[in-house]
């Protein structure tokens, strides 16, 4: 039984059920953010499809372990990251129950955290998994790159605090209805208050404030509406301080993005190479009847066997292997230079004998 078990959840078709069982899980959590304000109080249709996906996941987990084994399941990382999902899943559940009666809980915080489970589609496939790893190895190089966007950050944040402090504030458009030029008139929804009109926050006023205006610049959420708001407040040259933000910052993105790319790119390389260097050791040998005479753990047969062993690596072996483009070249031009020679020997050697005959003539 364990092992039709331990067949089934390492089949593909396996992993594709369970992928699929969280990508409808996701379209469950973006209706549910949708049509619930409030996470915590879902909807009876919501809540039930909720409940069916934490015992799914859960099913798989139990059959996981009960066809790995504990021993082996415990020992892959990626098994660990699935049952804490779970366990933190079945956590928030228990806290949504209790937190549904007449007192409340603090463990229904844990609500909040299930859209965690999504990020199980990286431990499906190992392509998404070396996305991560990706990640994770181009960290060091990451952390010289934030220290330069923070310094970059904090030098626009100082011009911006000089120039742009103090000048928006709640309604800072209202009495300009009637003088505001047609291009800016937008700017009184956005400044006013009400509902959405909230973008007064989204100042110069101090450090941390500039810090989330550049933030949001950065990201390109309606930067256009801060700026056009400097601008009228500032006049057209207040364009040119965003238009410069903005260039340098798409260029230290792009940095970034760069060198995610490389370690990803760097990392398939070495673990190619490393396959590539691990096949190395194999190699098949053709057996005889009477050489297996000299091998009694080897099966005894009367036709010919084939045996693959293993041995240890060669210096030889990685050079074949790191140069395998560059030999048939270098083999080509070898047996061009002894053709050459032994083509540069005949005509020397016809040439002693033409002056050997010629000597004995004279």
Request: charged share 20%.
């Amino acid at each position: 039984m364990g092992k039709l078990v331990q067949r089934i959840v390492e089949h593909d078709y396996f992993q594709y059920l369970v992928g699929f069982i969280i990508l409808c899980n996701l379209v469950a959590l973006i209706f549910e953010a949708v049509y619930t304000t409030d996470p915590v109080k879902q909807s009876h249709l919501f809540r039930t499809v909720d409940d069916i996906f934490l015992i799914l996941y859960s099913i798989e987990i139990v059959l996981k372990m009960f066809g790995q084994g504990p021993k082996v399941f415990f020992h892959d990382f990626w098994n660990w990251f699935d049952l804490a999902i779970v366990v933190v899943s079945v956590i928030g559940e228990i806290g949504e129950i209790a937190s549904s009666g007449t007192r409340s809980a603090n463990l229904s915080s844990f609500v909040y955290l299930r859209p965690l489970r999504l990020i199980r589609l990286f431990a499906l496939r190992k392509r998404y998994r070396d996305i991560l790893f990706a990640l994770w190895v181009v960290m060091p190089r990451m952390g010289y790159m934030l220290m330069l966007l923070c310094s970059i950050y904090y030098f626009f944040a100082i011009i911006g605090m000089e120039v742009f402090s103090g000048i928006l504030y709640k309604g800072v458009f209202n009495n300009d209805t009637e003088t505001i030029p047609a291009t800016f008139t937008y700017l009184i929804d956005y400044y006013n208050g009400v509902g959405s009109g909230r973008y007064y926050n989204i100042n110069f006023d101090n450090v941390l404030r500039s810090f989330e205006t550049l933030f949001i610049l950065t990201v390109v959420n309606n930067w256009y509406v801060i700026m056009d708001a400097y601008t009228y407040l500032r006049g057209e040259a207040a364009r040119a301080f965003f238009i410069i933000f903005y260039l340098v910052s798409l260029v230290i993105l792009t940095i970034v993005v760069s060198f995610v790319l490389d370690a990803f790119a760097a990392m398939d390389s070495e673990q190619k190479q490393s396959q590539d260097a691990s096949d190395l050791k194999q190699r098949k040998v053709n057996l005889t009847a009477q050489d297996l005479n000299h091998a009694p753990s080897l099966s005894q047969s009367k036709n010919l066997s084939v045996y693959i062993g293993m041995r240890k690596r060669t210096k030889e072996d990685l050079n074949v292997q790191l140069y395998k483009d560059d030999i048939p070249k270098w083999c080509a031009e070898y047996d061009a230079e002894l053709n050459q020679e032994k083509d540069g020997g005949a005509v020397v050697a016809a040439l002693k004998v033409v002056k050997r005959r010629s000597q004995h003539t004279a």
